[in-house]
């Protein structure tokens, strides 16, 4: 097998901005009222992965728990372990998010527990972002904003899908009781900021950091 060339692809001397940044969230943290039943946060330039591999091989596998401590998720499925996560996306693909600057030493980690093996790595760090939303109202602005069916008994803690979102694509995670992640694509980050404004409106809604 050829050698592959790992790139850092966040220099440390460059000033990254993430993807609503110029939204000014940090101008309207805490100004939100403090019974809002919606709560925003943009979990920024954290370190995203696409995965790819044969779930089927149990050396894959084994591989992937060696480097990052996770069990390989099954469909719809993610797993976590602080601020890490593993989720499905297809049978041979799965997205690995990881606390910002350590996506280089992941990748280099995970080429290694991996090698000899038929796999694919991409660094999509720069073409997405992460909202979380928590909140007793929640799971009603989702239901305003998608036909995916985020009743509990459907969409429980743990499950994770991509699904169209205000006539958009997205990834919904269920991450905790009230807890939910929306991770966007970075070219519809203003879309996406707007339209949860106007859907958490009639709930109130707070900006965190």
Do not use: C
């Amino acid at each position: 097998m050829s050698k592959v060339n790992v790139y850092q692809q966040r220099p440390e001397a460059a000033n990254a901005e993430s993807p609503l940044f110029h939204a000014s969230l940090h101008e309207l943290v805490g100004k939100g009222a403090s019974n809002s039943g919606v709560t925003l946060r943009e979990k920024k330039l954290l370190g995203h992965l696409t995965l790819r591999g044969d779930a089927k091989d149990p050396v894959f596998v084994s591989g992937v728990h060696s480097a990052l401590g996770l069990e390989l998720p099954v469909t719809m499925t993610l797993a976590s372990s602080g601020d890490t996560s593993l989720q499905w996306l297809s049978p041979d693909e799965w997205l690995l998010i990881v606390p910002s600057g350590e996506e280089f030493a992941v990748e280099q980690k995970l080429r290694e527990a991996l090698s000899g093996q038929h796999i694919s790595i991409v660094n999509v760090s720069g073409g997405q972002t992460l909202l979380e939303l928590s909140g007793s109202k929640v799971r009603e602005v989702l239901m305003k904003s998608t036909s995916y069916d985020v009743h509990p008994s459907n969409f429980p803690v743990g499950k994770a899908v991509a699904t169209h979102f205000a006539k958009a694509q997205l990834v919904i995670r269920h991450t905790a009781e009230d807890t939910w992640e929306l991770v966007i694509r970075r070219s519809f980050s203003d879309y996406f900021w707007l339209w949860l404004q106007d859907a958490s409106a009639e709930f109130g809604l707070k900006i965190t950091e």
